[in-house]
């Protein structure tokens, strides 16, 4: 910790002293490979979904989305063979000149040009460069405009490059294969169904993008809309309110079981902790709720069995880590709750039988709560009386 240790039992002092010789820089590729968890979050061995191994996959393929967000490419094709990932975009390529830079040094990329990219998830010029760093094996191959440009890896260290003209008919695009290296994440294997449920809300975020997995397709023509039916099945109160904005695009309805389930987005990534675009939604259901209805209910019991998916476009994110599972941004909250309000009291307008519904649910909501509350209370009060009692 930097001072000198007392030891045990005091007195003896630390093998070594602090001074000079003792503060180190690394580079940032050895910053990478020593403090994994900044950049990647746990490590793992691929038996769970939050592994290393899988938020390796989802840098790479966050890249090749940003460019379908841009209008570039309609199609990322994804090999999985043992421990080996082949991801290939159809975008724009990464320019020639800058590919070694672009997954190798830190801090470098076009994400920081909102012109080129203007809702990107790929934000901190860290991504490519930490799957680079992590991989015992990584190779990057660019083709633009007939010409190609490949540079090979390992353990992020560069070991070739050549450039060229481009064999056959190549379209413009990125491609990437790695391994993940095993010095780092020891034994480890990739579970498919995991990635299939990833690439399955990555297709619903990005409506008309068709992702391949080994040969199967993931496509979604209608959005949050087929995510939350997937996630929910057809067991709603009501049919689903599915609304899709410039910047915003949610689905939310309501079902009989208990809690709320919610699952939120910002530019294709999903934010497993929820966030201030999460809690914007919330409030909103509630403000449109009490709006068309004209009542004061509480939150707790319009969102009671409540099932929601948002999904917001911002130019500058604030996440609370690398790893990108929480959004912090506060500015957005107003635009938000507004968004969702408007949309749900517009939904209730259009929908006379779902609103009946809804009003049925929040009531129903609302005696249960006050049933179990007055059920408490008595037994609290019993609890008193027999705690008294004890000598």
């Not at 070594?16 to 050895?30: P, Q």
């Not at 830079?101 to 010029?125: H, M, P, R, W």
């Not at 999904?311 to 635009?335: C, D, H, M, Y």
Request: proline residues 1%; aromatic residues 10%; hydrophobic residues 35%.
């Amino acid at each position: 910790n930097g001072h000198a240790a007392k030891g045990n039992g005091g007195g003896s002092k630390s093998s070594r002293s602090y001074d000079e010789s003792t503060i180190t820089t690394l580079s940032s590729l050895e910053h990478i490979r020593l403090r994994t968890g900044m950049y990647i979050g746990r490590l793992g061995n691929g038996s769970d979904v939050d592994d290393g191994i899988y938020i390796l996959l989802k840098e790479v393929i966050d890249n090749a989305i940003d460019e379908y967000i841009m209008g570039h490419g309609k199609k990322i094709l994804v090999r999985i063979e043992g421990q080996k990932v082949k991801v290939r975009d159809f975008g724009r390529g990464i320019p020639l000149g800058k590919v070694v830079e672009c997954v190798s040094v830190i801090n470098t990329g076009a994400k920081y040009n909102d012109e080129v990219f203007q809702f990107s998830v790929g934000l901190n010029g860290v991504g490519t460069k930490a799957v680079n760093a992590l991989s015992e094996h990584f190779r990057v191959v660019s083709f633009r405009n007939g010409e190609y440009f490949e540079a090979k890896f390992e353990q992020g260290k560069k070991q070739s490059e050549r450039k060229g003209k481009a064999k056959g008919n190549q379209k413009n695009g990125t491609y990437v294969e790695f391994v993940p290296d095993s010095e780092i994440f020891g034994e480890y294997a990739f579970n498919h169904e995991f990635i299939e449920e990833r690439l399955w809300n990555y297709a619903c975020l990005n409506a008309g993008l068709t992702i391949e997995l080994n040969g199967k397709k993931f496509k979604s023509e209608n959005g949050l809309w087929d995510l939350l039916r997937g996630e929910i099945g057809e067991e709603t109160l009501y049919p689903v309110l599915h609304y899709r904005g410039e910047k915003l695009e949610f689905a939310f309805a309501h079902t009989n079981n208990y809690g709320e389930t919610y699952f939120s987005f910002v530019n294709g990534q999903y934010t497993a902790d929820g966030g201030s675009h999460q809690s914007a939604f919330r409030e909103g259901i509630l403000k449109g709720a009490n709006e068309y209805f004209k009542r004061n209910y509480s939150g707790v019991d319009v969102r009671e069995g409540a099932v929601g998916a948002i999904a917001g476009k911002l130019q500058n994110p604030v996440f609370e880590s690398q790893t990108k599972n929480k959004l912090g941004n506060s500015e957005i909250r107003s635009w938000i709750v507004g968004e969702v309000k408007s949309a749900l009291v517009d939904f209730l307008h259009k929908n006379k039988e779902a609103a009946k519904k809804l009003e049925e649910k929040i009531e129903s909501n609302e005696r249960l709560r006050k049933e179990l509350n007055a059920v408490k209370k008595e037994a609290r009060e019993q609890a008193k009386k027999i705690a008294l009692k004890i000598p």
